[in-house]
């Protein structure tokens, strides 16, 4: 089923394709002028029967493309977005590698926004939906598109074959003359300096770093934590918070002031996904020879992991050990002090540094009422948030531990939704509805006055039980969803907080790690919290954390942040923030990090991530240029240096001796999907 389209005011043409063979549409993007507009031919289709819509896709550029596919809401107001495009009811945003013909697949039972990550599907990386749910009788309009647009380095030249609506997912292209990924996990595509060609140069590479992190220790003004000599509070035997009427500070079981410089994802395994992709690459040894152990399923999602077979190829049978050796040492040598999220499973505690814990399995429910927020007044939510709890017991007494995070990123809270009206989108009983009714009754004291705010003709609030909205019932009402939204959102964090505090009195704990501050909602609830933790993808600083502070009475840590870069180095995908070398990455490091040490507020910054990505993308399909090391475990110099210079000062920073380092960033595009 073929759609038509209509180019608005793009620079295009038809051209013939090598790669597809045929004529097809050459579009270049540059600045708001990225849009293609798609004809709804709604007489011509058979929506009961259409499942996905494909895209096929081919662009030459040196950095990974992101498509976004837009729905357009009937009868809704013009919503402009800054740069002057029409803002989409919905829309998914899907990463496209460089030259790879690719078939870009978005399935159109995601229009409910109850899932915000697509599935894998062949040569397409990470997608993400946000905005609100849709039903396609609603739909007025689709586009595509595409950036970055940004002259004169990310204004990409893309070739449409067809952009088409079916009832089954297409079959896979016949493989690429020139494999994808060489030997070592690297992009065939390109030259970068320290590319990798042979085992001896991966092996001189290695030795080098392991000979100048040999004798690597922390500052002698730092205690074994990594907290400040200099500054000593009570000690309590673990760590605690402090504000000392100037600055909030960790302080760590020695009583020293502390702030926590952390890594997530420290591990010794970095796996792409491959499935029906085994054309792309072009080593893969045998599955029962020495590299068995490069092989691994995550349901149905196989990997090949290149980080774990370029130690090998290094260490041998001894790879793991050398890893959980040289790994603390690295840490030091570069002055972070903390272990954290998702690392290694029993790495914080054997490298003898501070770490964080991630506690599994946040309590639910049997029914969810919006994405991943559970039935918070069923009784169950109590008793799975007791049981949940209990995980915490072996940890209580470990003096290592900073504290636990309760969950991550929840995806409820990915946006400014209302989850008292999104529960309402189908009528579905649930405790907390019946809690919303007596709330609402509470409020109004008959029905007459009820129905006149509500814009309802109703004879019992107890009606709306069974309702379902696709809007509003009125203006007013929406008063109404937001406030119980805000008394659910309390309630869920409350009960958990009180049920891991009366099993481990001893930690801190770290919040939630919100993706960010999408509401207010979010903020006052953070008083149940010791610490409010929250991804902080913002450059050239920090996201603004001072009244998150005042008004939550918390101190703040950046449990995510990072800088990629998409055209100098081996991957095409810069991340969720992004400079233009690695140069400037080293020195975004240095201005972001001393930036947010100044402040008073910010007592721990957690970078994301130990390694690089994979460049086929691990399950999720991310890909970016994030790491301290690359796939070969050679360290990015520019940022390494960058980190240890910051670190030195960090604590001169948080008292005011020195100001922050600064400087100004060359116009660089995010190439990474953004939640």
């Known amino acids: 089923m073929e759609q038509s389209v209509e180019h608005a005011d793009l620079i295009h043409s038809k051209k013939w394709s090598d790669e597809f063979g045929k004529q097809v549409l050459n579009i270049k993007a540059s600045g708001n002028k990225r849009e293609l507009n798609l004809a709804i031919e709604r007489n011509d289709v058979d929506w009961t029967r259409v499942k996905y819509m494909v895209c096929e896709i081919y662009h030459p550029n040196a950095h990974t493309l992101l498509l976004d596919i837009c729905f357009f809401r009937k009868n809704e107001p013009i919503r402009k977005e800054k740069e002057g495009l029409i803002k989409p009811w919905l829309k998914c945003t899907i990463g496209v590698l460089p030259k790879l013909k690719t078939q870009v697949i978005f399935p159109f039972e995601y229009l409910t926004s109850q ?89 001189k590479n290695m030795r080098q770093t392991e000979k100048s992190i040999s004798h690597a220790s922390f500052p002698s003004g730092w205690s074994q934590y990594g907290g400040l000599k200099a500054i000593r509070f009570e000690a309590t035997g673990f760590f605690r918070v402090h504000h000392d009427g100037k600055r909030w500070w960790f302080v760590d079981p020695e009583g020293c002031a502390f702030l926590s410089t952390g890594i997530n994802c420290i591990t010794s395994s970095q796996s792409c996904v491959y499935n029906e992709m085994e054309d792309l690459l072009e080593w893969m040894p045998e599955k029962e020879g020495k590299f068995a152990s490069i092989y691994s399923l995550q349901g149905p999602l196989k990997r090949i992991d290149y980080f774990q077979a370029n130690q090998m190829r290094v260490y041998g049978d001894q790879w793991l050990e050398k890893w959980k050796v040289t790994t603390p040492k690295m840490m030091k040598k570069w002055r972070f002090n903390t272990v954290g999220n998702w690392s290694e499973k029993n790495f914080g505690k054997e490298s003898n540094l501070p770490y964080v814990h991630h506690m599994n399995g946040f309590p639910s429910t049997e029914v969810y009422l919006f994405r991943d927020f559970p039935d918070v007044y069923a009784p169950e939510y109590r008793n799975s948030a007791a049981e949940y709890a209990l995980q915490l017991l072996p940890l209580k007494d470990d003096k290592q531990l900073l504290g636990y995070f309760l969950c991550n990123e929840p995806k409820w809270a990915f946006g400014d939704h209302v989850i008292a009206y999104e529960m309402f989108a189908t009528n579905q009983l649930s405790y907390s509805k019946l809690e919303f009714v007596r709330w609402l009754k509470d409020k109004y004291k008959d029905i007459h006055s009820f129905n006149i705010v509500w814009n309802l003709s109703l004879r019992s609030i107890d009606e709306i039980l069974l309702k379902t909205f ?80 005042r008004i939550s009475g918390r101190p703040i840590l950046l449990s995510e942040w990072h800088f990629g870069c998409a055209l100098d180095g081996g991957l095409p995908s810069s991340g969720l923030q992004t400079t233009l070398t690695q140069k400037e990455r080293g020195k975004a490091y240095r201005m972001y990090a001393e930036n947010g040490f100044s402040r008073s507020e910010i007592i721990g910054m957690h970078w994301f991530q130990w390694a690089d990505q994979a460049l086929l993308g691990r399950r999720d399909g991310e890909n970016y240029n994030i790491g301290l090391l690359d796939i070969c475990l050679l360290p990015y110099h520019d940022l390494v240096t960058a980190a240890t210079v910051a670190h030195e000062r960090m604590y001169d920073l948080a008292q005011g001796k020195t100001k922050p380092y600064m400087f100004t960033h060359s116009p660089t595009p995010i190439i990474g999907a953004q939640e």
């Open 470 to 549: 696709k809007k509003y019932p009125s203006e007013s009402s929406i008063i109404d969803f937001r406030e119980f939204t805000a008394i659910m959102v309390d309630e869920y964090v409350k009960v958990v907080c009180e049920e891991v505090k009366k099993v481990d009195p001893n930690h801190l704990n770290l919040g939630m790690r919100y993706a960010w501050i999408s509401t207010d909602i979010l903020v006052k609830p953070a008083r149940y919290f010791d610490v409010l933790s929250m991804s902080a993808y913002t450059s050239p600083v920090p996201p603004p954390t001072e009244e998150i502070s």
């Open 115 to 203: 899932t915000i990550f697509l599935p894998r599907f062949p040569r397409q990386l990470k997608g993400v939906l946000t905005g609100s749910r849709i039903d396609m009788e609603e739909v007025e309009q689709f586009s595509l598109r595409f950036f970055p647009s940004l002259e004169p380095n990310f204004a990409p030249e893309i070739e449409i074959a067809s952009v088409y609506l079916t009832d089954q997912i297409p079959k896979n292209y016949k493989a690429p003359q020139k494999k994808y990924v060489d030997q070592f996990g690297q992009w065939t595509g390109r030259e970068w300096k320290g590319k990798v060609h042979s085992e001896k140069q991966l092996e």
